[in-house]
Protein backbone atom coordinates (compact mmCIF):
# COMPACT_ATOMS: atom_id res chain seq x y z
CA UNK A 1 0.00 0.00 0.00
CA UNK A 2 2.98 2.25 0.43
CA UNK A 3 5.89 2.41 -1.71
CA UNK A 4 9.74 4.03 -0.92
CA UNK A 5 11.92 5.41 -3.12
CA UNK A 6 15.25 7.77 -2.96
CA UNK A 7 17.54 5.21 -0.70
CA UNK A 8 21.33 5.12 -1.64
CA UNK A 9 25.01 4.78 -1.04
CA UNK A 10 26.56 8.52 0.14
CA UNK A 11 29.64 9.58 2.37
CA UNK A 12 29.06 11.30 5.64
CA UNK A 13 27.60 14.49 5.39
CA UNK A 14 25.57 14.31 2.57
CA UNK A 15 22.07 14.61 2.15
CA UNK A 16 19.46 12.53 0.67
CA UNK A 17 15.61 12.70 0.03
CA UNK A 18 13.43 9.76 0.43
CA UNK A 19 9.82 9.78 -0.59
CA UNK A 20 6.76 7.82 0.26
CA UNK A 21 3.27 7.64 -2.05
CA UNK A 22 0.52 5.55 -1.68
CA UNK A 23 -0.51 4.64 -5.26
CA UNK A 24 -4.53 4.78 -5.54
CA UNK A 25 -5.12 6.70 -2.23
CA UNK A 26 -4.29 9.94 -0.83
CA UNK A 27 -1.51 10.55 2.01
CA UNK A 28 -3.45 13.20 3.05
CA UNK A 29 -5.89 10.80 4.96
CA UNK A 30 -3.89 9.05 7.60
CA UNK A 31 -0.53 9.78 9.92
CA UNK A 32 2.66 8.63 8.39
CA UNK A 33 5.55 7.80 9.36
CA UNK A 34 9.31 6.86 8.70
CA UNK A 35 11.18 4.24 10.84
CA UNK A 36 14.12 2.23 10.07
CA UNK A 37 16.22 -0.82 11.19
CA UNK A 38 20.05 -0.08 10.98
CA UNK A 39 22.01 -4.11 10.67
CA UNK A 40 21.88 -5.93 13.58
CA UNK A 41 19.09 -3.71 15.44
CA UNK A 42 15.29 -3.82 15.99
CA UNK A 43 13.48 -1.22 13.85
CA UNK A 44 13.41 2.29 15.45
CA UNK A 45 11.01 5.08 15.41
CA UNK A 46 12.52 8.21 13.02
CA UNK A 47 10.09 10.78 12.43
CA UNK A 48 5.97 11.25 12.07
CA UNK A 49 3.53 13.42 10.97
CA UNK A 50 -0.68 13.34 11.47
CA UNK A 51 -2.71 14.98 9.07
CA UNK A 52 -5.14 17.43 10.81
CA UNK A 53 -2.62 19.65 12.43
CA UNK A 54 0.91 18.65 10.95
CA UNK A 55 2.02 17.79 14.22
CA UNK A 56 5.57 15.90 13.83
CA UNK A 57 7.81 14.21 16.16
CA UNK A 58 11.70 13.37 15.88
CA UNK A 59 13.79 10.91 17.34
CA UNK A 60 16.31 12.77 19.56
CA UNK A 61 19.54 11.53 17.08
CA UNK A 62 17.66 13.29 13.85
CA UNK A 63 16.45 16.41 15.60
CA UNK A 64 17.87 19.21 13.90
CA UNK A 65 19.20 17.09 10.59
CA UNK A 66 15.57 15.04 9.74
CA UNK A 67 12.91 17.11 8.04
CA UNK A 68 9.53 15.23 7.64
CA UNK A 69 7.09 16.77 5.23
CA UNK A 70 3.52 16.13 2.58
CA UNK A 71 4.52 16.71 -0.83
CA UNK A 72 0.40 17.34 -2.18
CA UNK A 73 1.69 17.86 -5.64
CA UNK A 74 3.11 14.49 -5.78
CA UNK A 75 0.66 12.33 -3.22
CA UNK A 76 3.87 11.84 -1.16
CA UNK A 77 5.68 12.31 2.49
CA UNK A 78 9.16 12.55 2.07
CA UNK A 79 11.92 12.95 4.86
CA UNK A 80 14.95 15.13 4.25
CA UNK A 81 18.04 14.15 5.85
CA UNK A 82 20.80 16.65 5.97
CA UNK A 83 24.19 16.40 7.73
CA UNK A 84 24.03 12.34 7.44
CA UNK A 85 25.81 10.06 9.58
CA UNK A 86 27.04 6.41 9.29
CA UNK A 87 24.86 5.81 12.37
CA UNK A 88 22.08 6.95 9.87
CA UNK A 89 22.39 3.32 8.18
CA UNK A 90 19.77 0.96 7.45
CA UNK A 91 16.58 0.16 6.11
CA UNK A 92 13.98 2.64 6.15
CA UNK A 93 10.36 1.85 5.74
CA UNK A 94 7.02 3.97 5.65
CA UNK A 95 4.40 3.56 7.38
CA UNK A 96 0.62 4.74 7.80
CA UNK A 97 -2.38 4.90 10.33
CA UNK A 98 -5.92 5.27 9.33
CA UNK A 99 -6.77 6.71 12.53
CA UNK A 100 -4.41 9.85 12.38
CA UNK A 101 -2.20 8.16 15.35
CA UNK A 102 0.79 9.73 15.39
CA UNK A 103 4.20 8.36 17.01
CA UNK A 104 7.52 6.51 16.77
CA UNK A 105 6.61 3.03 17.50
CA UNK A 106 6.02 0.31 14.93
CA UNK A 107 2.47 -0.14 17.05
CA UNK A 108 1.43 2.86 15.45
CA UNK A 109 0.94 2.17 12.61
CA UNK A 110 -1.21 -0.55 10.57
CA UNK A 111 0.30 -0.32 6.72
CA UNK A 112 3.80 -0.37 5.54
CA UNK A 113 5.82 -0.39 2.67
CA UNK A 114 8.62 -2.63 1.92
CA UNK A 115 11.81 -0.01 2.41
CA UNK A 116 14.40 1.56 0.69
CA UNK A 117 18.19 1.31 1.37
CA UNK A 118 20.27 3.75 3.37
CA UNK A 119 23.95 3.35 3.63
CA UNK A 120 26.62 6.12 5.05
CA UNK A 121 30.33 5.45 4.74
CA UNK A 122 32.86 7.09 6.66
Known amino acids: QLEESGGGLLPAGASLRPSCTAP????????SGWLRQPPGKEREGVSA????????FYADSVKGRFTISRDNANNSVVLQMNNLEPEDTGSYYC?????????????????WGQGTQVTVSS
Open 95 to 111: AGDRLDNIGLCDWDYDF
Open 49 to 56: TNSIDATT
Open 24 to 31: GHSVDFYS
